[in-house]
Structures are given as C-alpha cells and as structure tokens.
C-alpha cells in the first residue's frame, strides 16, 4: 500500500465543516481551529460559491474526512468506483486522516441511517475485507468510528469484542466517539471505563465528542445536536490518559449556535488536553 504524503492536523481542536459554517469560518481569528473534518461526499465535485469557499478553507486548515456512505457492513458489493473517486478528492486535499462508521447504510438503496452490524464472526470477517479493499484502493489506512446503536440485530460477540475483532482482521486504525461509548453503555448497560480501557491503544487515531439527547434516564440518543455534557468531558479525558492526546473534533451538525460559542466548547476540549499533557510529562519526569 503506498501512501500519499498529507498535511497532518496537529493533537489540537478540530470542527466539522458545514455550509453554514463557512462564512464564520473564513473570519475565525488564527488559532481558534487546529482543523476541520468535512463528509466527502457533501463536497466532491461541487463548484461555485459553497466550492470556492471550500477551497479557501483547505487552504488555511488542515483537512480530515469523515465518510457518510461506503456502508463497511452492507450486503451489496463495495463501492469501488467511488473510493476510487474519493482517494482523488483526499490525495487533491492532502488529506491525513479518513474515517468512516463501523455499520452499514445501504440495502437495494439509501438507507439514510447508520444501522448496527450483527456481533458476529462471520459479519467480522466481511467487514474487514471490505475495509482491507477501501485501504487498497485510497493507499493509506483508514479509521473506523464505533457507533452509537439502539437495538444490536444479533449479538453473537460484545459489542467491545466486535471492534476488537475487525480493527485486528482489518488491520485498520480507530476513530474513537467517546460520546458513543458514554450512549451505549447507558442503554446497553456496560461499564464505558471499562470499554475503553479494552480497546487497542495504538490503533486510536483520532477522536470524535459531542453532546446527545436524554430521552430517559436509561435511554441516551446520539443527536450532535446539544452541549457536551460533564461525563462525556470526563470520558474524554480518560480517552488522553489510555490513547494519548490525539486529534479530536468537536461533533454539531443540528441547532448550530453562533461560532464563538463552539469556540468556547473547543477551549474545553483544549485544556483537557492541555491537563493530559501535563500528566504525561509529570510522570516522564519521575520516571527519569
């Protein structure tokens, strides 16, 4: 697999581009942003005013992708002639860091949902060819994110095993969600300190926070559509402590609030780091 070279966002605070965001984003004073995480397929061949502002835009930020639509886990054939398409839009961007869920979208059509993979061997097995090929084709490893889910379709593994399973067979990297860890153990009941301490620290790559919907005290739905909440901060900082600080993107695709108080959310995400940091290097100094 040869791989192309790439603008590498620093371990910094990262948000996910969305057209209305590009105004703000053009006139964001420097430093406030260390990258911006766009969907592929939301800017793949698009042109005029929305291509040009993207355009500026990659210019001054470092771009990661985050994909919405090769549904890893599907039962129709992947879908070669995009990745190949899309390793031209990330070797044209410089891009470092491409993700994409671990679940699939996709039946004889758009499903327009992230659907959960069966836990099984067999769906493992599938999965990680697929991925295996979409490394092939876009000549760099890829990510795969863990996802929220309300209804596992058939466990024959735990969901922490699942992932385990296909980041090995796959041999492919992990963008951890630690709001979807916080999600799932809530309702499905598992410990989340305990589902990140199992996952494979070399294979994080990089990580995703956001807030979600309390539907009921056992019911959490992953909307990105609210504040991030103190267990989900705390989530985080222990992600820093097992993995080390890595990118991370603060998630908000609904009830977008004026930037400055993004901004404020990402000042969050940045002492976090800056404390985890700190840790690491008190504990080098003893060490020595």
């Known amino acids: 697999?040869?791989?192309?070279?790439?603008?590498?966002?620093?371990?910094?605070?990262g948000l996910g581009l969305r057209r209305a965001l590009c105004g703000p984003l053009q006139d964001a004073p420097d430093g406030?942003?260390?990258?911006?995480?766009?969907?592929?397929?939301?800017?793949?061949?698009?042109?005029?005013?929305?291509?040009?502002?993207?355009?500026?835009?990659?210019?001054?930020?470092?771009?990661?992708?985050?994909?919405?639509?090769?549904?890893?886990?599907?039962?129709?054939?992947?879908?070669?002639?995009?990745v190949h398409t899309l390793r031209g839009f990330l070797d044209r961007y410089r891009v470092p860091i491409y993700s994409e869920h671990l679940s699939y979208c996709s039946d004889d059509g758009h499903l327009y949902d992230l659907m959960p993979i069966p836990f099984t061997d067999e769906a493992?097995?599938?999965?990680?060819?697929?991925?295996?090929?979409?490394?092939?084709?876009?000549?760099?490893?890829?990510?795969?994110?863990?996802?929220?889910?309300?209804?596992?379709p058939y466990r024959e593994l735990r969901e922490i095993d699942f992932v385990n399973a296909v980041l090995r067979e796959a041999d492919c990297d992990l963008l951890l969600d630690v709001n979807n860890v916080h999600v799932n153990s809530v309702n499905h009941g598992y410990?989340?300190?305990?589902?990140?301490?199992?996952?494979?620290a070399a294979r994080v790559r990089c990580i995703h926070v956001a807030g979600h919907y309390v539907e009921a005290p056992d019911l959490l739905v992953d909307t990105h559509g609210a504040a991030v909440v103190g267990p989900v901060w705390d989530l985080l900082a222990a992600a820093y402590a097992h993995a080390g600080v890595l990118p991370t993107l603060l998630e908000r695709d609904f009830n977008l609030p004026p930037?400055?108080?993004?901004?404020?959310?990402?000042g969050t995400v940045r002492?976090?780091?800056?404390?985890?940091?700190?840790?690491?290097?008190?504990?080098?100094?003893?060490v020595a």
Do not use: K
């Open 259 to 266: 930037l400055p108080v993004l901004l404020d959310e990402l």
């Open 191 to 200: 410990d989340a300190l305990e589902f990140l301490h199992a996952l494979p």
């Open 32 to 82: 406030a942003i260390d990258f911006l995480e766009v969907a592929p397929e939301n800017w793949i061949g698009v042109g005029g005013r929305h291509g040009r502002a993207f355009a500026v835009l990659a210019e001054r930020y470092p771009i990661a992708c985050h994909g919405l639509s090769l549904s890893l886990g599907g039962p129709e054939p992947l879908d070669e002639p995009f």
């Open 271 to 286: 002492r976090i780091q800056q404390a985890a940091l700190a840790h690491e290097t008190q504990v080098r100094s003893h």
């Open 124 to 152: 493992v097995t599938h999965v990680a060819a697929r991925i295996r090929r979409t490394q092939d084709i876009l000549g760099r490893r890829i990510a795969v994110e863990n996802i929220s889910y309300y209804a596992a």
């Open 1 to 13: 697999m040869s791989v192309v070279a790439s603008r590498s966002p620093a371990p910094g605070a």
